[in-house]
């Protein structure tokens, strides 16, 4: 039965060297249910390494979690790559790690810690996360793609790392499957809703999450979802109003 | 050179009062491609750049650089300005495009013998 779905595909958790330190699973979880999200997304900068944590906790207090990555292209934008399955997002992973040069250094950028569903530190990731890939944001979007992932290009909006603010315009043969607007947008720009209308101008759905380094930022920015279950194939045909599968907000 | 000089001599505007304008300047280095300044900025150079968020800092703390300069009159963030505080890496910003301020700071190191 097609329902509505709160989600917020776009958090980040103590991998990533700018989020905070108390980005972890069974927190995020929390905080994801106080806010009452249906779905959340885990994506880390250019790894996945906590994804498979939260999933266990998520599962248990009933909230889908699905795993990604916020890739970083040559160009220096961010792209968000969702997977249904851990075995597609791992395979993307190990492409991006094969092409992410540089080895982090936790005084300069932070730590990148690596937890379990109990929230205790595991180990460190040792690369330089926060650094772009050498592949092009059409590689990654391609890559995406033949893996059965979706790409939605992140904080459309913002002045860094964002497809707009890095090259001007979105590139007419880049098949993104998603805009991202940051909770800012919301603030700045007026309401999503008067967003919505600007999508004509580039074609492309939109969407909004949070992109929370911190807990209190969770749900800050959602997305509704008018889909049968919580899953990236659903969220595709919500996304192209396939099957009466649409996006709400 | 001097920051302090260049500073005057180009008329930019420091940041905050807190940044140390006393360091040497023996190089530059011109990129809006953070991936590019780890890979090819020297030490003790000064970077000119667009970028105005944090992770500027943090680039030009892991590669020595001695000072950052903003273009085009934008901004940094005020997380940015905070990080460069605790880093001690000098910011200046000018009204001015990138290619007139770095040909002007070309043109200043070269007077000092700066062979590019």
Known sequence: MLREFKADLHIHTSLSPCADEEMFPKRIIEQAKMNNLDIIGICDHNSAENVAATQKIGYKSNIAVIGGIEATSQEEVHILALFDDLEELFRFQEIVYDKLPGFNDEKVFGRQLIVNENDEVTGCNCRLLIGATSLSLQEIVETIHLLGGLSIASHIDRKSFSIIAQLGFIPEELFLDALELSPNCQNQMGSFSDMRINQELYGFPLVTFSDAHFLRDIGKSLTIFFIEEASIKEIRKALSGKDGRKVIT | ?116
């Open chain 2, 1 to 116: 050179m001097k920051l302090q000089k260049i500073v005057k001599e180009l008329e930019l505007e420091v940041m905050s009062e807190a940044f140390n304008l006393d360091v040497v300047i023996a190089d530059g280095y011109a990129s809006d491609l953070l991936s590019d300044v780890i890979a090819n900025a020297k030490k003790d150079s000064i970077w000119i750049t667009l970028q105005i968020h944090q992770n500027i800092i943090g680039v030009a703390v892991l590669k020595e650089l001695a000072g950052i300069i903003i273009v085009n009159g934008r901004k940094p963030e005020a997380e940015t300005l905070k990080k460069a505080e605790q880093e001690n890496i000098p910011v200046m910003v000018t009204e001015l495009p990138a290619f007139e301020i770095i040909g002007k700071l070309y043109g200043l190191l070269r007077s000092l013998g700066f062979s590019g």
